[in-house]
């Protein structure tokens, strides 16, 4: 492979629509894994100031 073709992961060739929907699914169900994911993926930059993700993030598990 040559050094001047970069090629894209999976996960940097999908569309920010899609990659919103999954990260919104993934913190609703566990606000821990949502933060791993945040500090993980630094592509993923989607952050509580995002209304999906703000909307169906769980954050009962926090609170207690």
Do not use: H, Q
Not at 36 to 41: G, K, Q, V
């Amino acid at each position: 492979m040559e050094p001047s073709k970069l090629s894209l992961s999976r996960l940097e060739a999908m569309p920010d629509d899609v990659l919103r929907l999954i990260v919104s699914k993934v913190g609703a169900s566990s606000s821990t894994d949502y933060c791993n994911a945040m500090m993980t993926c630094k592509s993923l930059n989607f952050g509580l100031d995002d209304p999906l993700i703000a909307n169906t993030l769980n954050i009962t598990p926090l609170v207690e």
